[in-house]
């Protein structure tokens, strides 16, 4: 009777300290729910930045901002539809271009820098709250300790060609850890830092899927880096899943279109310099291939010139 009292009280105080943790993500309500636009889409990954986020919340100054923008860029590459620009990189060209770090709020400026890198949008973002609480229940011969991390994360995907905000929303992450003691024994310890890593990751994971279905309402385009007497050269290649045999049209860009009311541009005027096909890759970095003119228009391709997925 007494070895069994032994092991039943052994079993129950194995139980109650193992820690144990859950997550939760969930969208948050806003008046104005991003649509979710479903996408068969599955040609040549998109170029898109993601910039450093603001720390808007009281909590954590200094690395909530950072922690944020390095989740998303693991998410997005991690989904294999994107070649993903970190701040680094971004801040390199800002420091180049002479753009103060305040003017990232600015989607005119942000448009800009993706302009300068070839980019196709960028995402900018706000940890807008942040909070960890505490949580107890106590029994007759057990305690239980819960320490709650909850979180809110908004971003904006900027369309680098008219400087447009084309999806704006919002996402709430919920992470839990439960530890707990069996007759004052068992796991008493302090704060978990790794619960902020998972309520940001569950609040992010969401958005990955409606930035690639809003920009996949566009169809895909690259750069001419470069023009030969007989070929020319993409700055998208293998690592974009840009292909040998892949058909493209390519336009020389004029001036801009803008709305009379707003002053956004909405496009620019287009002369077509004809079809074309990929031919091969370029180099050994990965983001380069040759192409040729299977329809011209007489016009000679030169650096800038655009080159869109062919339908």
């Given at each position: 009777?007494?070895?069994?009292?032994?092991?039943?009280?052994?079993?129950?105080?194995?139980?109650?300290?193992?820690p144990s943790k859950s997550i939760k993500t969930q969208q948050v309500l806003s008046a104005n729910e991003t649509e979710?636009?479903?996408?068969?889409?599955?040609?040549?990954?998109?170029?898109?930045?993601?910039?450093?986020?603001?720390?808007?919340?009281?909590?954590?100054?200094?690395?909530?901002?950072?922690?944020?923008?390095?989740?998303?860029?693991?998410e997005l590459v991690k989904s294999g539809k994107f070649i993903v620009v970190e701040r680094d990189r971004l801040n390199?060209?800002?420091?180049?271009?002479?753009?103060?770090?305040?003017?990232?709020?600015?989607?005119?400026?942000?448009?800009?820098?993706?302009?300068?890198?070839?980019?196709?949008?960028?995402?900018?973002?706000?940890?807008?709250?942040?909070?960890?609480?505490?949580?107890?229940?106590?029994?007759?011969?057990?305690?239980?300790?819960?320490?709650?991390?909850?979180?809110?994360?908004?971003?904006?995907?900027?369309?680098?060609?008219?400087?447009?905000?084309?999806?704006?929303?919002?996402?709430?992450?919920?992470?839990?850890?439960?530890?707990?003691?069996?007759?004052?024994?068992?796991?008493?310890?302090?704060?978990?830092?790794?619960?902020?890593?998972?309520?940001?990751?569950?609040?992010?994971?969401?958005?990955?899927?409606?930035?690639?279905?809003?920009?996949?309402?566009?169809?895909?385009?690259?750069?001419?880096?470069?023009?030969?007497?007989?070929?020319?050269?993409?700055?998208?290649?293998?690592?974009?899943?840009?292909?040998?045999?892949?058909?493209?049209?390519?336009?020389?860009?004029?001036?801009?279109?803008?709305?009379?009311?707003?002053?956004?541009?909405?496009?620019?005027?287009?002369?077509?310099?004809?079809?074309?096909?990929?031919?091969?890759?370029?180099?050994?970095?990965?983001?380069?291939?040759?192409?040729?003119?299977?329809?011209?228009?007489?016009?000679?391709?030169?650096?800038?010139?655009?080159?869109?997925?062919?339908?």
């Amino acid at each position: 009777m007494g070895k069994n009292i032994i092991v039943i009280a052994a079993v129950l105080f194995t139980a109650a300290c193992a820690p144990s943790k859950s997550i939760k993500t969930q969208q948050v309500l806003s008046a104005n729910e991003t649509e979710k636009v479903a996408s068969k889409y599955d040609g040549p990954k998109r170029r898109i930045g993601v910039v450093e986020f603001e720390n808007k919340s009281a909590y954590g100054q200094g690395r909530l901002g950072g922690a944020a923008s390095d989740i998303l860029v693991t998410e997005l590459v991690k989904s294999g539809k994107f070649i993903v620009v970190e701040r680094d990189r971004l801040n390199k060209v800002m420091e180049e271009q002479k753009f103060q770090a305040q003017g990232m709020t600015d989607p005119l400026t942000v448009a800009k820098i993706g302009q300068v890198m070839g980019l196709e949008a960028i995402v900018v973002g706000a940890v807008s709250q942040f909070g960890v609480k505490k949580e107890g229940s106590d029994y007759l011969l057990a305690q239980s300790k819960r320490q709650v991390a909850e979180v809110t994360v908004d971003i904006r995907l900027i369309d680098v060609q008219s400087g447009q905000v084309i999806l704006a929303d919002s996402g709430k992450g919920r992470a839990k850890t439960t530890k707990a003691s069996f007759l004052g024994m068992g796991t008493k310890g302090g704060y978990d830092e790794t619960l902020e890593g998972d309520a940001l990751r569950a609040s992010l994971v969401q958005f990955v899927e409606n930035i690639s279905s809003q920009l996949n309402k566009k169809p895909w385009s690259c750069m001419i880096a470069a023009a030969g007497q007989e070929e020319f050269y993409l700055n998208a290649g293998q690592d974009s899943g840009v292909t040998e045999g892949m058909k493209l049209n390519c336009y020389r860009q004029g001036s801009e279109i803008r709305d009379p009311r707003s002053n956004l541009v909405i496009g620019h005027v287009e002369a077509y310099l004809g079809g074309a096909e990929v031919t091969g890759a370029c180099g050994d970095s990965g983001d380069c291939a040759k192409a040729q003119f299977t329809k011209a228009s007489g016009v000679s391709p030169k650096a800038g010139d655009i080159c869109r997925l062919a339908k």
